[in-house]
């Protein structure tokens, strides 16, 4: 079977840093993704692992280890608008994409 | 530029009735095509792919069933909705090849009821 794991909900103030992390046990292994998801939307891309280390685009940055089948997404200075969820998901082959449950994120004030 | 449409945006239907959801894309071809079930609170459940015309490969057994007439359109049916169809349902493509080939962009997703 096929399973991804996040932890299902995250609360951080605003302008503080959050890690979200993804462990997964896939058949294949393609590249990690990660979504953002607000309440009622559609899911929108973020960032994307293929390979070992750290993507960073703007405040976000994403991390991964194929070794250890891990990866974490990193929100920098957040803000009220990065309440939503994040998932991640694995590419386990050509065509097939498995997400995991999602982490819901709170930002306070 | 690329766009994603899925209609209707909501939809109520009794146990029993058949469903017809739509999805197109403009401005690429060959694309990829997914849909996803998204139940309240959960993640993405991939219900079919198809990589080209007539071609179609279901990821969950169920009283669902998808085609893809054109290239640009997928299409998502049921001829007896149950209960535990209710969901959102998400159509996304996916550009093959390239640095962006594992980014999918999703549709605005269809909330069907079923009563």
């Known amino acids: 079977g096929q399973s991804l794991e996040q932890p299902s909900e995250v609360t951080a103030v605003e302008g503080a840093i959050v890690q979200i992390n993804c462990t997964y046990q896939?058949?294949?292994?393609?590249?990690l993704s990660w979504y953002q998801q607000h309440d009622g939307g559609a899911p929108t891309f973020l960032s994307y692992n293929a390979l070992d280390g750290l993507e960073e685009t703007g405040r976000f940055s994403s991390f991964l280890s194929r070794s250890d089948s891990y990866g974490y997404l990193l929100l920098q200075e957040l803000q009220m608008k990065d309440s939503a969820s994040y998932f991640c998901a694995v590419r386990i082959g050509n065509n097939d994409m498995r997400f995991g449950a999602g982490t819901r994120l709170t930002v306070k004030p | 530029s690329q766009t994603i449409h899925q209609w209707p945006a909501t939809l109520v239907q009794p146990v029993g009735s058949p469903l017809s959801l739509e999805c197109t894309v403009e401005g690429t071809s060959n694309p990829n095509l997914y849909w996803y079930r998204q139940a309240a609170g959960r993640g993405l459940q991939l219900l079919f792919y198809?990589?080209?015309?007539?071609?179609i490969s279901s990821e969950v057994p169920q009283n669902l069933s998808a085609s893809r007439p054109q290239d640009r359109q997928f299409i998502l049916s049921s001829k007896k909705l149950l209960l535990s169809d209710s969901g959102f349902y998400l159509c996304?493509?996916?550009?093959?090849?390239?640095?962006?080939?594992?980014?999918?962009?999703f549709g605005p997703g269809t909330r069907l009821t079923v009563l």
């Open positions: 996304a493509w996916r550009r093959v090849g390239g640095r962006a080939a594992d980014t999918q962009y």
């Open positions: 198809s990589v080209g015309i007539g071609q």
């Open positions: 896939t058949s294949g292994f393609y590249g």
